[in-house]
């Protein structure tokens, strides 16, 4: 059995791996598909058609690949799965996406399907038996034609908002690339950086040396979420793009977001600056709730669960470690 929490690396799989890896994550597909073709089959029959003919294309895969496989290397699978694997794209809950609606589900199954392209194209490449490496190669292929035929959805059902084929790639990768990495360091810069800052400002009240640990702590961690986001994953497999871009996307945001309610204290007056600083922090906390719930669909009372008081609850432990 594999631990989840000691990933791979997908250079080190071998040809029995990487079918074994490849069947499960077939499963899985199908699985969510027909999720999705029964939340939809009451309202938009057609769509719901779609899903369904997309899960018995991937249970045809599945086939193919067990033949191969025990053909190759015998009945028994390894039990090996994408969580294992570092760099996979990791699947929505299907309960959250069918509660978006029929777009989401479009988006959701077309990132789905270039996933498994990319992980196809990759995995031929890795194998020296011709008979695997032309089914991984077809299958590639396959997943790829699954991509147009996923785009088409909003066509059938989202006529005012259809756009071409070049123009949702583009729009999606960049999304990947970098507004999701962005928007995760402008809320961890602005949420974990309010300790350090307010607990220099209460325990000095110095505005010079409050800016400048606000300035090191965003700095810090800007850096940090850079590194780990460039690091969790290539994005090869994922289709998420260069971890160069996105690990900039996110440092730099870190550091934004822990800036804003460090810059005010360049004003001399204590109080000034601070009571300044605390608006701030309170404009920031209610823009990441907005952030959270119309880009991360995070439902609205749970955003402001987490950030509102969350970051009310981090103030405060500055606030009182400082002023104690």
Not at 78 to 103: D, S, Y
Not at 203 to 216: H, K, P, S
Not at 246 to 267: D, K
Request: proline share 3%.
């Amino acid at each position: 059995m594999f631990s989840p929490r000691k990933r791979l690396r997908f250079s080190d799989l071998d040809e029995r791996q990487i079918l074994s890896l490849a069947i499960s994550a077939e499963e899985e597909d199908a699985q969510i598909y027909r999720h999705y073709a029964d939340s939809l089959r009451a309202e938009f029959p057609a769509s719901a058609k779609v899903f369904e003919g997309m899960a018995q294309e991937e249970d045809g895969h599945r086939r193919r690949l067990i033949d191969i496989y025990t053909e190759r290397f015998g009945p028994n699978i390894v039990p090996i799965r994408r969580e294992h694997v570092a760099g996979f794209h990791t699947r929505q809950p299907a309960w959250l996406v069918e509660n978006l609606g029929l777009e989401r589900m479009r988006e959701e199954a077309a990132l789905m399907e270039q996933g498994a392209a990319n992980f196809y194209t990759k995995a031929a490449q890795r194998t020296s038996d011709a008979g695997i490496r032309k089914l991984l190669g077809d299958l590639a292929a396959e997943e790829m034609g699954h991509v147009n035929r996923a785009e088409t959805l909003r066509e059938e059902h989202l006529d005012a908002e259809a756009k071409e084929d070049e123009e949702l790639t583009a729009q999606r990768q960049f999304v990947l690339t970098w507004v999701q990495p962005g928007l995760a360091g402008l809320m961890d810069g602005s949420v974990s950086t309010l300790a350090p800052i307010f607990a220099a400002a209460f325990a000095t009240q110095d505005t010079w040396t409050t800016f400048q640990v606000g300035l090191a702590a965003s700095v810090g961690a800007g850096i940090s979420m850079g590194f780990t986001e460039a690091a969790s994953d290539d994005g090869e497999l994922s289709g998420r793009g260069s971890p160069v871009k996105r690990g900039f996307a996110s440092g730099i945001m870190t550091t934004v977001g822990g800036m804003g309610h460090a810059l005010p204290y360049l004003i001399p007056d204590f109080w000034t600056a601070t009571i300044l600083a605390i608006v701030v922090v309170f404009v920031e906390l209610w823009a990441i709730v907005w952030i959270q719930n119309r880009y991360m669909q995070t439902p609205f009372f749970r955003a402001t669960f987490q950030v509102v008081l969350g970051g009310a609850l981090v103030f405060a432990a500055g606030a009182l470690i400082g002023g104690g």
